[in-house]
């Protein structure tokens, strides 16, 4: 458990809530040259007639801070999160790798909460195209997500010096953390795959349809723009072109799954409103290496969003045993 006394007249306190203090999600506490971030679901706050406030909050403490990457001819928006404490000397770094339509915003606080649990450090990026990074510069030779993305996610890699990085992606993310782990298979320590697509199912092409529909007739294309700003079209249509084109509906990857020798951990929703049961039967299948899944019942494409705490809790148990 963690107290701080902070006086209003030399240090700064704010706190987001959802309504009241005892739903708190987000605390900042600076004071004088120092600065922390720090998260948690518990929050108690009083005040006192010396009129300092009393913050009781159990859970750790991290920093983080945003840079660029140079990855090739894209520069890439990235946010570094680093654990205060516990930290084990030369600890591996996660590496998150989000969905097809995300960006950092979009992961909201799973990754800050994933480090809290682990107590490892966490790069988070916008791949190329996507979020604050440059527009993906595409060929017209096949998928992005096989090409410019995947040498994109090699040079993040190679740039942060990250020998042995735990991949987390989702969606699009965790089939380029599959496609990474299977082309260079002596460099991750595990990836967790969560959504991921190893070929293409009809409920990959009518999802991808019905969310064209939400972009082109509702409101989806607003609620992007204010990630993507000026590149929301190009993202988009680059994302569903893609995967809709009749090249990519052949696209199966299954061939190259036996090359990765890193264990495994495959998290899917089972009512994933992009892909069945058999993507994950396919990855457990087809690799070399030690496999684990997590099945979530009533849940959609984003188990980490819908069932937050009990994926933090499972993916840092798997991590623990590495």
């Given amino acids: ?41 518990r929050l108690s706050c009083r005040l006192r007639q010396s009129h300092s406030i009393m913050v009781e909050v159990v859970i750790s403490m991290f920093e983080q801070h945003t840079f660029e990457i140079v990855a090739g001819p894209h520069r ?40 809290r649990a682990t107590h490892l450090p966490a790069i988070v990026y916008d791949r190329p195209g996507y979020g604050g990074s440059d527009p993906l510069l595409r060929s017209a030779d096949g998928p992005a997500l096989q090409r410019e993305e995947l040498s994109d996610l090699a040079a993040v890699i190679d740039s942060c010096n990250l020998p ?21 298979p002596e460099r991750p320590l595990a990836v967790v795959a969560e959504a991921s697509h190893v070929f293409v199912e009809e409920i990959t092409v009518s999802g991808i349809r019905a969310t ?35 090249e990519h509906g052949g696209w199966n ?51 980490h969003l819908q069932f937050k705490d009990r994926v933090a809790r499972e993916v840092a148990r798997f991590i623990a045993s590495l």
């Fill in 212 to 246: 064209a529909e939400l972009f082109e007739n509702g409101d989806l294309k607003h609620r992007l723009s204010r990630y993507h700003g000026e590149k929301t079209e190009r993202m988009f249509y680059g994302w569903h072109d893609d995967w809709l084109s009749p």
């Fill in 76 to 115: 890439l928006r990235a946010r570094k999160i680093v654990p205060l404490e516990d930290t084990r000397p030369h600890a591996p770094t996660m590496v998150f790798l989000h969905e097809g339509l995300g960006s950092i915003e979009q992961w909201r606080d799973f990754p800050q909460a994933l480090v």
């Fill in 164 to 184: 042995h990085p735990i991949l987390f992606g989702h969606s699009d993310g965790g089939t380029l953390a599959l496609l990474y782990a299977a082309r260079y």
């Fill in 253 to 303: 990857m299954e061939a190259e799954l036996p090359a990765i020798r890193c264990p495994v951990l495959v998290v899917q929703g089972e009512a994933d409103e992009y892909g069945t049961l058999a993507q994950v039967e396919a990855v457990v299948r087809g690799v070399s290496g030690r496999v684990e899944t997590l099945l979530i019942p009533e849940c959609g494409h984003s188990p």
């Fill in 1 to 41: 458990m963690l107290r701080f006394a902070m006086n209003p007249l030399n240090a700064t306190y704010e706190a987001f809530t959802k309504g009241d203090f005892d739903s708190a999600e987000h605390c900042r506490f600076s004071a004088l040259k120092n600065s922390f971030l720090i998260k948690s679901t």
